[in-house]
């Protein structure tokens, strides 16, 4: 019987995108060695890169390469070079929210796990870490960031002098089915781990906050009472993530509150360079780096590769099935990180000189602790 073949979509985007996903397709060799499968790749352009190759952040050819795919893996997008306040031009971002939106890509799933050799990275006391394992489940196809915007010019009353001015609204969009797929998602997600949900909305205020407790109950009530549920106000959420972060199991929010408690819960690791993710949903999942592209040390051979490697393990586990891979990828990586070995972003003042590598060195750590399990 001849190796199983899966087709992988690279986006290496921007900034330290390519390097990170250059270290990616090595550890990649070395588990298809291992493991006895092979990978047939396809590189294409998103984000930056795309536009300045082809005037757009989505091209069509990359849309029909990923759909194409049986994983998706990207890897960092945007920068400085292409930020603009004109509606006109185009965005990188444009990019990363069309392809969600063309694949059905509505649950990002991001695994929030301290590794015991970064609790003095985390900016909290290492007695706050004790029991931290947490799950945030973002719906990913609505809300504010796909809801009707418009900028208005020379509107009556807006401008500072009370004459005319400038007018912008964004309009916060949800529909019921939107709410319950996502919800039964997270529902799905607690009872394979500690059984308990916490859904964030912003329900005293915003009535796509009060349509979305009303589902998330009705889905609850209807198929999953052996689950915990707690509703929670989004600002109490993120003030909770600080004060006690360890309450959490599965978290699942809306889209624009889940992008930002998704950041700040990566501060708990230590760094965005250790959080990955998985988007999931009706098409071809994307897995990434919850990083940005950090154009300011991109092509220094610096940057960290570990979230890339995480979105990788993610990638293993929920498109192929490969379980026993993504525990050694895993466990690869927490070997290496319990060994000293640190990139500059996550090492402290006591990590000796000669521990600290830069972005190659430490992907061929973790191949050589992988290949050695």
Not at 167 to 179: G, K, L, P, Q, S
Not at 252 to 274: C, P
Not at 283 to 302: F, K, N, R, V
Request: charged letters at 25%; a negative charge.
């Amino acid at each position: 019987m001849g190796e199983t073949t899966h087709r992988i979509c690279l986006l290496p985007g921007d900034g330290i995108g390519p390097e990170i996903t250059h270290v990616a397709v090595n550890v990649l060799k070395c588990i298809a060695e291992k493991h006895h499968v092979s990978w047939e790749f396809t590189t294409a352009l998103l984000g930056g890169a795309a536009i300045d190759e082809t005037g757009t952040a989505l091209p069509a050819e990359t849309l029909e390469a990923a759909r194409a795919s049986d994983a998706v893996l990207l890897a960092a997008i945007g920068g400085p070079k292409w930020d603009t306040t004109d509606p006109d031009q185009p965005r990188p971002e444009q990019g990363l929210l069309g392809i969600r939106k063309a694949l059905g890509l509505f649950a990002n799933v991001r695994p929030v796990r301290i590794f015991d050799a970064l609790r003095d990275a985390s900016t909290l006391k290492p007695e706050f870490l004790d029991g931290v394992d947490m799950l945030i489940v973002r719906e990913l196809t609505g809300g504010l960031y796909f809801g009707a915007r418009e900028r208005e010019v020379d509107v009556a009353g807006a401008g500072a002098d009370g004459g005319p001015g400038m007018r912008a609204y964004d309009t916060m969009d949800y529909r019921e089915f939107e709410i319950e797929r996502i919800a039964k998602v997270a529902f799905d997600a607690a009872r394979g781990r500690r059984n308990r949900v916490h859904s964030v909305d912003k329900a005293n205020v915003l009535e796509t906050s009060r349509l979305w407790r009303e589902i998330v109950h009705r889905v609850h009530d209807a198929e999953y009472g052996d689950v915990e549920l707690l509703d929670q106000l989004v600002d109490n959420s993120a003030m909770q993530l600080i004060r006690d972060p360890a309450q959490f199991d599965v978290i699942v929010t809306e889209n624009m509150f889940g992008d930002i408690l998704s950041d700040e819960a990566s501060m708990l690791t230590g760094s965005l360079g250790m959080l990955a993710s998985a988007s999931l949903g009706e098409g071809t999942a994307l897995y990434e780096p919850s990083h940005g592209s950090a154009p300011d040390i991109a092509g220094q051979g610096i940057a960290n590769p570990l979230a890339m490697l995480l979105s990788v393990e993610l990638m293993l586990r929920h498109s192929f099935g490969m379980h026993e891979a993504a525990d050694q990828l895993a466990a690869a990586i927490d070997g290496v990180l319990t060994e000293g070995w640190r990139t500059r972003d996550i090492e402290s003042p006591d990590t000796p000189e000669d521990r600290v590598v830069g972005t190659e060195a430490m992907g061929d750590l973790v191949a050589e602790t992988f290949w050695a399990l």
